[in-house]
Each structure stands twice: as C-alpha cells, then as structure tokens.
C-alpha cells in the first residue's frame, strides 16, 4: 500500500492543533504496519528554524493560479529514526509569514495558498512517480485534491487509479470563499453549483473534498454520527449523510514517543503507573516555580490546557471559577490561547483569585507537558470536540479528564461511577448538557474521588495504563484504505 498523506500542518514542523499531531503521528504509524508512506505539507518560514534535516530534491514546478502560474519549490526531509519522507512544498510568498492562517483573521489570501497547496501535492505526487493507492487529505486546506485528481489529473498514471481519503478533523472549519476564488481553482464553473462545491454562494473547500473523495472519514465514530444531523454537520449534514456509506469514525492515537511521562524531557522527574506520585509531586515543584511560587498547593490542581475558542467551553470554566475558586476547592492553572475577550475574561479571574486561579497565555508546548503532569484533573468541557487529544494526553499523565459527552469524548472517557470504578473501567468524570451545573457537578465529583486515597490511586493507574496509542488506529486506517483501494471510485456527476 502507497499513501500520500496531504496535510497543512504536522509535529515537528508546525502546529496549531490536533491536526499537526495527527499528521505527525500517522506517516510513522502507517510505516509500522508495512506502508509505503510520505507527507507532504507546506514549508512554513518556522519549518526551518527547528533544526531538522530539510535538503533541496532538485523538484521544482510552476503551479496554475487562475491566470498566473506561481513557482512550488519542493524539498524534502528524513528525520533519524522515521521510515516517513516528509516533502514540503517551498514558495516563500505564500508560506514565510508569522503564522499559519493568519492571526485574529485570516490571511486575506489563504484561498490562494491553500488551491496552490492542493494542486501541488497531486503535482508532486505525479512527478515523484510509481503509483500512488491512497491520496490522504486533512481538512479544507486539501478539499481541493480529490477534484483535482478526479477532474485534471485522471489520466496521469500515477494517480490514475488512486483512490482519495478525506479526513475531517473539524466540522467549523470549512474553508468558506467568495465565489470569483473558483477562477483560481483552475476548475471549470460547471462544477460551482450547490451539490458539488458551491455552499451559499460561496466556494467551498471542505466540502468540494467531501464531495469528490472515494472515502471520508473523521476522527471519532461519535463524531461521525453527529455530523450527519445538525448541528454537529454545520451546514453539511446533507451531503454527509448521503456519503454514509463510505463514512467512517477512527479515534486519534497519541504519538507515545512525544508524550510519555516516563521519558519526558519537559519534566524534571519521569514517572510510570507504579511510582506516579512521586512523579507527579515533582512536576507539581516545577510548575510552582514556573507560575513564581515558592511551593506546590496542597489543594487538587485542575488544568485546562488548549485554544480559548468557543468549542472548547471556556464560558463554562469561567463560570465554575467563579464559584469553586472563591470556595478555595481547588487550584486551577490554565494555559491557553486564542479569543481576545476569553483571554481578558480569563485574566480577570486570575486577578481575583491570586493563588487560586493561575493563568498563563501563549503557546507552550513543554509546558503543556509539565501542567497535565503536574495536574489531578483536566477539564474538557467542550461544546463539541471532533476527537479530542487533551483527555487522551491527560489520561497517559495521570491527570483524570473531566469532559462533555460529546463526540471523540465519548468514545475515549469512561464515566466513574460505583460500578466503572469497582470493574477498574473509569477513565474520568462525564457530563451530558452543555451548562455550567453539569461541569460543576463533574467537577465536583472528581474533587471528592480525589479526597478518597486508594480509590483515586486505582483510577489513575487505570488511565495511566490506557493503550490510546497510533497501534490501534493505524490499523484503522490500514483496514479503511484497503477498502477504499477495493473499491469502485466515486464517479463525478
Ligand atoms: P484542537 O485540535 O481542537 O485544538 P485537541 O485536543 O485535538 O484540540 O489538540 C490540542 C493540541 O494542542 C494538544 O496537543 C494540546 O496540548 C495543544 N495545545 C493547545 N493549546 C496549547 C497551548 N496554549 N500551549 C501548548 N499546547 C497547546
């Protein structure tokens, strides 16, 4: 099996979010299994200044952009110890900014950067030769390669019979463009209409991938199942529940390489399931002194590690801190990024409880490594959550996820109740409405567990000893490629 993975991000080059992980995790997980794989993915200005072993391949071609063609210079790492080629696609004009998509908006021409993206990954995968099975795109930022295999590039024999996979890691974000951005897309008008990939009036990357790939997939089965109605569909549960047949739910693995509490260079003592205290108060000491204090709390430490959006129910932590931190309960320590307002909202409740409610704004990827070890509990409290990777990380470390019972939550976070603990099968705390009682009433139930020494221990070892590595998954996604190779492709209408 031969699989290009097309992604706009991916560990360790560049990362936003979850995609980057997943990205980063699955070329090596499918490697493991037998697969021939490789990735390709823009080359970021940030790409280059993290030491890894980038050399030019000699591959460079011009890319159609409406009327004008713009250069893609291709380059190509091999990471020690990776059976992955990864190849990044270079043209500084496009990818040398300050971030990936732009800050608090967008990037005015990421419609551009993302067709040009798209067409050179089938370009290259064309050029590198052979015959590729599988075209594995991520997200609205490759939505445009499964038309452009289908539709421009058919008859070329390296792709000719590929089938593509498109994963969905997130339903709100789907690639939305003013209708003229078709001009670029090289794509004849024909196909800007409301079943292929118009959506509204406007250009529709996400859904152009949905439209024209031979298999979707996303990232939970639950996930998948609630973006075949509204809400969870944002728009598109139509189209998806008439794609049901080739659509599929696999749970994200963790790169148990990266995010391993007992080789962990980002924490000061490494730990296991057996010796988790000992750890755990270690990380608790260096975070102290990270947040400026002279000795760990004695009181439970509740994290929240993540993207201060509205998915991930920041309006529901601010709600419960408002009580529960004026109660004292607990000491929570939260490291995020992301909406302006939540980020005020969030500093103010920092300023009121000085000692309670720690906060820290940026990104940090070794801190986020330090906070789920030193932490007891985790808050996931999401309106909806694709898979979520924060509970799964969360679990490997010992800190017990407290989470909304929405999609990948539900499938990786078994509830605690008498009968989940006495079995050894609880994994966390687990509330069903979107509102702030129900994450106070969670929350509180962990923090009572907690007070309960041997029955706390026991739930930690549990989670600690979860197997959510790529093993399970890559299989997954193995099965799901052959099946999408055995089948007819998807014929365009
Ligand atoms: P999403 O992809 O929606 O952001 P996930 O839970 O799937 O959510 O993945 C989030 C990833 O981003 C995790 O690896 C998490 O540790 C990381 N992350 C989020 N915010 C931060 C931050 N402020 N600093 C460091 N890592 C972060």
Same mark, same amino acid.
């Given at each position: 099996?031969?699989?290009?993975?097309?992604?706009?991000?991916?560990?360790?080059?560049?990362?936003?979010?979850?995609?980057?992980?997943?990205?980063?995790?699955?070329?090596?997980?499918?490697?493991?299994?037998?697969?021939?794989?490789?990735?390709?993915?823009?080359?970021?200005?940030?790409?280059?200044?993290?030491?890894?072993?980038?050399?030019?391949?000699?591959?460079?071609?011009?890319?159609?952009?409406?009327?004008?063609?713009?250069?893609?210079?291709?380059?190509?790492?091999?990471?020690?110890?990776?059976?992955?080629?990864?190849?990044?696609?270079?043209?500084?004009?496009?990818?040398?900014?300050?971030?990936?998509?732009?800050?608090?908006?967008?990037?005015?021409?990421?419609?551009?950067?993302?067709?040009?993206?798209?067409?050179?990954?089938?370009?290259?995968?064309?050029?590198?030769?052979?015959?590729?099975?599988?075209?594995?795109?991520?997200?609205?930022?490759?939505?445009?390669?499964?038309?452009?295999?289908?539709?421009?590039?058919?008859?070329?024999?390296?792709?000719?019979?590929?089938?593509?996979?498109?994963?969905?890691?997130?339903?709100?974000?789907?690639?939305?463009?003013?209708?003229?951005?078709?001009?670029?897309?090289?794509?004849?008008?024909?196909?800007?209409?409301?079943?292929?990939?118009?959506?509204?009036?406007?250009?529709?990357?996400?859904?152009?991938?949905?439209?024209?790939?031979?298999?979707?997939?996303?990232?939970?089965?639950?996930?998948?199942?609630?973006?075949?109605?509204?809400?969870?569909?944002?728009?598109?549960?139509?189209?998806?529940?008439?794609?049901?047949?080739?659509?599929?739910?696999?749970?994200?693995?963790?790169?148990?390489?990266?995010?391993?509490?007992?080789?962990?260079?980002?924490?000061?003592?490494?730990?296991?399931?057996?010796?988790?205290?000992?750890?755990?108060?270690?990380?608790?000491?260096?975070?102290?002194?990270?947040?400026?204090?002279?000795?760990?709390?004695?009181?439970?430490?509740?994290?929240?590690?993540?993207?201060?959006?509205?998915?991930?129910?920041?309006?529901?932590?601010?709600?419960?801190?408002?009580?529960?931190?004026?109660?004292?309960?607990?000491?929570?320590?939260?490291?995020? %990024?992301? /909406?302006? *307002? #939540?980020? @005020?909202?969030?500093? !103010? =409740? +920092? $300023?009121?409880?000085?000692?309670? &409610?720690?906060?820290?704004?940026?990104?940090?990827?070794?801190?986020?490594?330090?906070?789920?070890?030193?932490?007891?509990?985790?808050?996931?409290?999401?309106?909806?959550?694709?898979?979520?990777?924060?509970?799964?990380?969360?679990?490997?470390?010992?800190?017990?996820?407290?989470?909304?019972?929405?999609?990948?939550?539900?499938?990786?976070?078994?509830?605690?109740?008498?009968?989940?603990?006495?079995?050894?099968?609880?994994?966390?705390?687990?509330?069903?409405?979107?509102?702030?009682?129900?994450?106070?009433?969670?929350?509180?139930?962990?923090?009572?567990?907690?007070?309960?020494?041997?029955?706390?221990?026991?739930?930690?070892?549990?989670?600690?000893?979860?197997?959510?590595?790529?093993? %399970?998954? /890559?299989? *997954? #996604?193995? @099965?799901?490629?052959? !099946? =999408? +190779? $055995?089948?007819?492709?998807?014929? &365009?209408?």
């Amino acid at each position: 099996m031969r699989v290009l993975e097309i992604a706009s991000e991916a560990v360790p080059f560049a990362k936003t979010g979850g995609l980057a992980d997943v990205a980063g995790a699955l070329p090596d997980a499918l490697a493991g299994l037998g697969c021939d794989v490789s990735l390709v993915m823009p080359a970021y200005g940030e790409v280059f200044s993290k030491g890894l072993p980038i050399e030019p391949t000699g591959i460079e071609f011009e890319v159609p952009i409406g009327a004008r063609a713009e250069l893609a210079r291709i380059l190509r790492c091999r990471r020690p110890g990776s059976r992955a080629d990864v190849y990044l696609v270079a043209n500084d004009s496009f990818y040398d900014r300050p971030t990936l998509y732009g800050g608090s908006r967008d990037y005015p021409d990421n419609a551009e950067r993302y067709i040009f993206f798209s067409r050179a990954a089938v370009e290259l995968a064309c050029r590198l030769g052979g015959r590729w099975d599988i075209l594995h795109c991520h997200d609205w930022q490759t939505g445009l390669v499964p038309a452009y295999q289908k539709l421009l590039y058919g008859s070329h024999p390296a792709v000719a019979s590929s089938r593509t996979v498109m994963t969905i890691h997130n339903m709100a974000y789907q690639g939305l463009f003013w209708h003229w951005d078709m001009l670029l897309t090289g794509l004849d008008w024909r196909y800007f209409n409301w079943r292929q990939m118009e959506f509204y009036s406007q250009l529709n990357l996400l859904k152009t991938g949905i439209v024209f790939a031979d298999s979707v997939s996303t990232v939970s089965p639950t996930y998948a199942r609630e973006i075949q109605s509204a809400p969870g569909g944002c728009g598109l549960e139509g189209l998806l529940s008439s794609r049901s047949n080739v659509l599929t739910g696999i749970v994200n693995g963790i790169d148990t390489a990266i995010w391993d509490p007992a080789a962990d260079p980002h924490l000061p003592r490494p730990y296991g399931s057996d010796d988790f205290d000992a750890g755990k108060y270690a990380a608790r000491v260096a975070l102290a002194a990270r947040l400026g204090r002279a000795a760990p709390d004695s009181r439970p430490l509740v994290a929240f590690v993540g993207r201060l959006v509205e998915q991930k129910g920041i309006e529901l932590v601010l709600e419960v801190l408002g009580h529960m931190a004026g109660e004292g309960r607990a000491h929570f320590v939260i490291l995020g %990024t992301g /909406g302006q *307002e #939540y980020e @005020r909202l969030l500093q !103010r =409740a +920092a $300023a009121t409880f000085p000692g309670t &409610v720690d906060l820290v704004l940026g990104f940090d990827e070794g801190l986020a490594h330090l906070v789920q070890a030193a932490a007891d509990i985790t808050l996931v409290p999401s309106r909806f959550e694709p898979c979520g990777l924060t509970q799964l990380y969360a679990q490997r470390y010992g800190s017990i996820p407290v989470v909304r019972a929405t999609g990948g939550l539900v499938d990786t976070v078994v509830d605690a109740t008498p009968e989940t603990l006495r079995e050894g099968t609880a994994t966390g705390f687990v509330f069903e409405g979107f509102d702030a009682a129900g994450l106070d009433s969670a929350l509180s139930r962990g923090i009572e567990a907690h007070a309960d020494k041997p029955v706390w221990n026991s739930l930690v070892r549990n989670v600690m000893r979860q197997d959510w590595s790529w093993r %399970t998954s /890559g299989r *997954e #996604y193995m @099965r799901l490629f052959a !099946r =999408a +190779a $055995a089948s007819p492709a998807t014929p &365009v209408e």
